[in-house]
């Protein structure tokens, strides 16, 4: 196995190449220490360690670091895997690894969702944002359900008349652009078009 490119991929960090395909990513101190140079050979005992450990070793960390600082469904958490050049068996391998642990459970991270963003953006526009994130259909149905069988979650024409009232809105001082704009509000909210209809004939 030969070395046949060195690119940069960061400020630290390089792509490197190997029999003209591409293999990982190392730091640029990994490079002196592992005695990475490009046009040499590079030994098997050197290979195995760097993908078997070295690699495994840091996207587990990648992953842990980023979940410190917040949440993170397993699709959003492999994508960022992804961004950083990962190998698709090290990603399968640190995520069954971090389920292993409870770091990542997307049941939990669609209640805390649903409980931080309800009362501030429409059902809908929550339901719409978890799918986004991977999160699967029955979760969050689950959870809307639980929601409206405890009575937390308020219908969604008293939820936008709670917003525009939070907001400020005061239809009978707003002018054409104040009006406007509290529409777009809503509509940024991801309310339907039949609700923020409702809401503004109301008002008016």
Known sequence: MRIT???EFSKAKYKIFIDEEFAF???KGELRQL???QGEEINKETYDRIVGEIIPA???SRAIHLLEKRPYTERDLREKLSEGLYPQDVIDETIEYL???KYID???YA???IETYTGKKSMKRIMNDLMLKGVDKDIIREETERLKESGELEDEETLARKLLQKRGYDPEKADRKETASALRFLYSKG???DTVSRVIREIF
Do not use: N, Q, T
């Open 5 to 7: 490119d060195i690119s």
């Open 25 to 27: 990513v190392l730091y």
């Open 35 to 37: 005695k990475i140079k």
């Open 58 to 60: 840091r996207a587990r």
């Open 99 to 101: 389920k292993g642990f």
């Open 106 to 108: 997307d049941h939990a």
């Open 111 to 113: 209640v805390l969702y």
């Open 191 to 193: 309310f339907s078009a």
